[in-house]
C-alpha cells in the first residue's frame, strides 16, 4: 500500500481506468484556457456530463474570458457521479524551460485549494497535460504526485483521499514507479 508517510485517513491512491466512471466529490478535467472542450479527457468528461457543464463555462468565459494556464474553474459535475468537475489548464509541454513544471503545480494545488475551499473529501485527477499537451509522463507523474503529497501531509487539509485515475497503463506504471521513489 503506498502512503507510509501521509496519515492514514489521507490517501494518496493510483487506479487505472476512466475519470468519468469513478465516484469523487470533485473530478478534475484537463481543460485549455479557452474552456472550449476538445478531445483527450476533456471530451469524455463533457459526452458523459452533459452540456449543461459547457453552458457553465459559456458563461464563465463571458465573464472572465477564459482560464489561465495553471489555474483552474469550477462548475457542476452534470451527469457524472460527482458534485463538481474542475477544469484545470495544464501547459503545452515545450521542452521544459517554459515554466512548464511550475505551471503543472500550480494546476493540481489550485484544485486541491478548491477543494478545501469547498470542503470537498476526495478529489480525482487524470495526468493533466501528458496526452494531447505531450507533457513526459514520468516527469508530470513526479510533478504532481509531489503536489499532491505535500498538500496531503499539511496541517490543515480536510481533503482525505486523492485519486489519480489514470487511462492506461503505462502511464499508470509510470506514477506508480514516481511514487515508490519519493516513498511515500
Ligand atoms: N479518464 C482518464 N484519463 C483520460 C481519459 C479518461 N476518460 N481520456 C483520456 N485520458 P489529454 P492534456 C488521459 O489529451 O494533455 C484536450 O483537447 C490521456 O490518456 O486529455 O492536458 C483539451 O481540450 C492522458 O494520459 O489532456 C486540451 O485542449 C491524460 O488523460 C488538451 O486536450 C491527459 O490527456 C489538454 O491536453
Redesign the pocket.
Known amino acids: 500500500m503506498h502512503g507510509t508517510r501521509i496519515p492514514q485517513r489521507k490517501r494518496l491512491r493510483l487506479l487505472i ?5 469513478v465516484a469523487a466529490d470533485a473530478i478534475v478535467n ?3 484556457s479557452r474552456l ?10 463533457h459526452r ?1 456530463g452533459g452540456p449543461g457543464i459547457m453552458r457553465e463555462l459559456d458563461e464563465i468565459r463571458a465573464r472572465q474570458g477564459g482560464c489561465p494556464t495553471g489555474s483552474a474553474v469550477a462548475t457542476s459535475a452534470g451527469n457524472l457521479p460527482a458534485q463538481f468537475v474542475f477544469h484545470a ?2 501547459p ?1 509541454y515545450r521542452g521544459g524551460r517554459a515554466r512548464e513544471a511550475e505551471l503543472l503545480a500550480s494546476c493540481y494545488r489550485t484544485c486541491l485549494e478548491m477543494a478545501e475551499e469547498r470542503g470537498l473529501k476526495k478529489i480525482s485527477f ?10 513526459p ?1 514520468d516527469e508530470a507523474a513526479e510533478v504532481a504526485l509531489r503536489a499532491v503529497a505535500a498538500h496531503l501531509t499539511r496541517e490543515n487539509t480536510r481533503v482525505e483521499e486523492v485519486l489519480f ?4 497503463k503505462a ?1 499508470y506504471d509510470s506514477y506508480a514507479r514516481v511514487l515508490k521513489q519519493l516513498e511515500y
Do not use: H, K, M, Q
Open positions: 481506468g476512466d475519470i468519468t466512471r484537463a481543460a485549455n472550449a472542450g476538445g478531445g483527450g479527457v476533456d471530451g469524455a468528461i458523459a489548464v495544464g503545452v487524470p495526468s493533466i497535460s501528458t496526452g494531447a499537451y505531450r507533457y509522463v485515475v489514470l487511462f492506461d502511464t
